[in-house]
C-alpha cells in the first residue's frame, strides 16, 4: 500500500499536469499558453511520467519478492528499502526532467507558434524550434533507451520470474492466489506501456498530429482514471 500511495498521488499530479489547461481552454474557448507554462508543463509532464514508469518497475519488484520469497518477504521489503526506492525514483525522474527542460530552453522559436496537441508534448514542442536540434533528438532516444528501456527490462524479468515460480507450485489454490496478487498490477502495467507505446506508435506510422492528439488522451486521461478502478476492484 505504500507503493500504490504513491503512484495514486503521482497519478493525480499526472492528470493534474495536462487536464486543467484543457478544460480551462475548452470553457474560454482560448488555445493560448505563455512560453514560461509551456516549460513548466513540458517538465512536469515529463517528471510524472517518468515517476509512473520507475513506481511501477519498483511494484514489479515488490510482487516477484511476494511471490517467489514470501518468508523473506518482510526482511528484504523493510521500510528504508521502500523509500530508498520511492525516493530514488523521484530524484531520477527530477533530473531527468530537468535535463529536458534545459535542452528545449536552449533551442530558439518564432514568435507566434501553434502546437497541433491539447498539451505541451515534448516532441511536438521540439519539431517547432527555429534551431537545430539534433542533440534534442539524441538526448530523447537514449534517455528512452534507458530509461524507458529500463524499467520495461526490470518487469519482465520479474514477471518471467513469477510465472515460472507460479508454475511449480503444486495446489490450484497457491497458483490462483499467487496470480491474484500481480493481477491489477499486470492490469495498470499493460494500460501504461500499450497506451504510451500506441501513441508514438500510431504518430509514427501517419505522421498526423490529430492521430497523436487523440492517442495521447489513451495515457494522460484514460489510464490514470482506470488504475484506481482496478486497485479498488482488486481490494
Not at 509551456?38 to 511476494?66: K, S
Not at 517467489?68 to 528499502?81: A, G, K
Request: contains cysteine; proline residues 3%; charged residues 10%.
Amino acid at each position: 500500500y505504500f507503493f500504490l500511495c504513491n503512484l495514486s498521488f503521482v497519478d493525480i499530479c499526472f492528470t493534474s499536469t495536462t487536464i486543467p489547461k484543457m478544460l480551462a481552454s475548452i470553457q474560454t474557448l482560448s488555445h493560448v499558453i505563455a512560453y514560461e507554462d509551456c516549460i513548466t508543463q513540458v517538465y512536469f509532464f515529463v517528471l510524472f511520467v517518468g515517476l509512473d514508469d520507475f513506481l511501477l518497475t519498483v511494484m514489479a519488484y515488490d510482487r516477484f519478492v511476494a511471490i517467489c520469497h514470501p518468508l523473506h518477504y518482510t526482511v528484504i521489503m523493510n521500510p528504508q528499502l521502500c523509500a530508498l526506492l520511492v525516493l530514488a525514483s523521484w530524484i531520477t525522474s527530477a533530473l531527468y526532467s530537468l535535463l529536458q527542460s534545459l535542452m528545449v530552453l536552449r533551442l530558439s522559436f518564432c514568435a507566434d507558434l501553434e502546437i497541433p496537441h491539447f498539451f505541451c508534448e515534448l516532441n511536438q514542442v521540439i519539431q517547432l524550434a527555429c534551431s537545430d536540434t539534433f542533440s534534442n533528438n539524441v538526448v530523447i532516444y537514449v534517455s528512452a533507451l534507458l530509461l524507458a528501456g529500463g524499467p520495461l527490462a526490470g518487469i519482465l524479468c520479474s514477471y518471467s520470474k513469477i510465472i515460472s515460480s507460479i508454475r511449480g507450485m503444486s495446489s490450484a489454490q497457491g497458483k490462483h492466489k499467487a496470480f491474484s496478487t500481480c493481477a491489477s498490477h499486470l492490469s495498470v502495467v499493460s494500460l501504461f506501456y500499450c497506451t504510451s507505446l500506441g501513441v508514438y506508435l500510431s504518430s509514427a506510422a501517419t505522421h498526423s498530429s490529430q492521430s497523436s492528439a487523440v492517442a495521447s488522451v489513451m495515457y494522460t486521461v484514460v489510464t490514470p482514471m482506470l488504475n484506481p478502478l482496478i486497485y479498488t476492484l482488486r481490494n
